[in-house]
């Protein structure tokens, strides 16, 4: 298959597992399912995280630059996070930081298929596929709750956001592929310091609050799932 398509194909069924969050998000889902659901889709990030991302980041770029870039993509999420909370409406704010959860992890995957004969990409992509059920299960129910918007407008920014998962990746790829081996590790390291964050900050409390202890569970099992994509691939 065509690189291009090939990551349309994976791109845009890791960008619909949004819409089919954000659909179970208009439904009242009880608490403690709800917990394991974000848990899970927490475990599959970290997971990705240590076995994928930052491992072929590490390869790429080396301990020092790769740090940096990981670090560094932490800190600026969390500017991001303040300066939306400070100075942008609150309903706003939440769009905005619905997508930005998104865009690193759709760059990733993008700039993963011009690593390794693309077999990183295909990786990112099915584990953002787990995780984007739980996302947008989370932040559909959050926009409706916290923000007031109707079932249908929510659907409709889901809809949107999981359009640009394939944008975003294909922009990551085709920008970013001549790039130098250092470059491709630092972007991929950034990447990983901002997933971290945003899952640091966002899911895990959130299931921690809703849950009674049994939403580790689901931190386990997606672990475990991501894992054994990134060494059955």
Known sequence: MHTFFKILFFSSISGLAVVLGGYLGTKN?????????????????????????MHEAYQLSGPFFT???????????????????????????AILGTALDDLPEALSMGIGFATDEGKLGIVIALSVLLHNIPEGISSTSDLMDKVGLTAKSAMVLAITIALLDPLAALTGYYLLKNLSDVWLGMIMAFSGGSILFMTGTSLIPKAHSLGTHLENAGLLFGFLAAFLISRLM
């Not at 399912?33 to 974000?38: D, T």
Request: proline share 4%.
């Open 67 to 93: 740090s940096l870039a990981f670090l560094i993509g932490g800190a600026f999420f969390y500017i991001v996070e303040s300066l939306l909370a400070k100075f942008v409406a609150p309903g706003t704010g």
């Open 29 to 53: 889902i009880p608490d403690k399912i709800l917990a394991f659901i974000l848990a899970f889709g927490s475990g599959v990030l970290l997971s990705v995280l240590s076995y994928s991302l």
